[in-house]
């Protein structure tokens, strides 16, 4: 299978995954979710397995082989990463952990593996014994790595239960300037925010700008979608936002 294949079907797992998560757990909440980080660990966990286990892994991420994964985790990451503009551009960055309970045996394959296409030295430890140390040190990684943007991936009980044996941890940072005219900060007000469930109780900071340069298409009483350029030197990263129209 060919990279642009594998992408699509990456594709089309992060939206199943986002459509089901929104139809469940984040009908009632404001979420945001990472497909990319979703799908680099659940190919990590693959590599780690084998048998039906694996198949179900295979199957579920639209792959061939934990080497067909293997490899587009690490084409992406060269792909992806390696486009940071010096002359104020995107800034991506994306980093993989992995903690093993010291009670689990690694095999020297499984190691080779991911430090070779996740770029991750996997780390054991002692869970039952030293989970507030070994949480505090592992909430520092996830901080250091989204610049203070996440500061507790795991919580106080986090490590607790006597299940839990393997942390398999994925960091996606993004930050990135528009290309021209920004939003005007004293125009920013809050306005009244409609809910899928019907609600319009709620309040929210809208940016607001009258450039119609930026609109790309819109649906009549529901929603526009705006054209927003991240600055990139020549090039530019798109991104679409939905706005309510209401």
């Keep these: 299978m060919d990279l642009e294949e594998s992408v699509r079907n990456q594709t089309d797992?992060?939206?199943?995954?986002?459509?089901?998560l929104f139809l469940t757990a984040a009908m009632e909440?404001?979420?945001v979710c990472s497909p990319l980080s979703i799908h680099v660990v659940l190919s990590l966990i693959a590599a780690a397995t084998k048998g039906s286990t694996?198949?179900?892994?295979?199957?579920?991420?639209?792959?061939?082989?934990?080497?067909?994964?293997?490899?587009?985790?690490?084409?992406?990451?060269?792909?992806?990463?390696?486009?940071?503009s010096p002359s104020g551009g995107p800034c991506l960055s994306s980093a993989n952990a992995l903690l093993v309970d010291k009670s689990l045996p690694l095999k020297p394959s499984f190691k080779e593996i991911v430090?070779?296409?996740?770029?991750?030295?996997?780390k054991q430890a002692d869970f039952r014994?030293?989970?507030?140390?070994?949480?505090?040190?592992?909430?520092?990684?996830?901080?250091?790595?989204?610049?203070?943007?996440?500061?507790?991936?795991?919580?106080?009980?986090?490590?607790?239960?006597?299940?839990?044996?393997?942390?398999?941890?994925n960091a996606l940072y993004f930050k990135g300037a528009w290309e021209d005219d920004p939003f005007d900060n004293?125009?920013?007000?809050?306005?009244?925010?409609?809910?899928?469930?019907?609600?319009?109780n709620i309040k929210a900071p809208f940016m607001t700008s009258r450039n119609d340069r930026r609109l790309f298409s819109?649906?009549?009483?529901?929603?526009?979608?705006?054209?927003?350029?991240?600055?990139?030197?020549?090039?530019?990263?798109?991104?679409?936002?939905?706005?309510?129209?209401?």
């Design 13 to 20: 797992v992060g939206l199943r995954i986002t459509k089901h």
């Design 29 to 31: 909440t404001n979420t």
């Design 54 to 84: 694996q198949e179900e892994l295979l199957s579920f991420l639209k792959s061939k082989s934990t080497a067909e994964l293997n490899s587009l985790s690490s084409n992406l990451a060269a792909i992806l990463f390696a486009r940071a």
């Design 115 to 122: 430090d070779a296409f996740y770029k991750v030295v996997p």
């Design 129 to 169: 014994n030293k989970a507030e140390e070994i949480r505090t040190k592992f909430n520092l990684w996830a901080a250091k790595k989204t610049k203070g943007v996440i500061k507790e991936v795991i919580q106080p009980a986090g490590l607790t239960h006597a299940n839990t044996k393997i942390i398999f941890a």
């Design 186 to 200: 004293s125009k920013t007000k809050d306005y009244v925010f409609h809910l899928l469930n019907g609600r319009s």
């Design 218 to 246: 819109s649906f009549v009483g529901i929603f526009k979608i705006l054209k927003l350029p991240y600055k990139r030197g020549m090039r530019a990263a798109f991104l679409h936002v939905l706005v309510s129209s209401r």
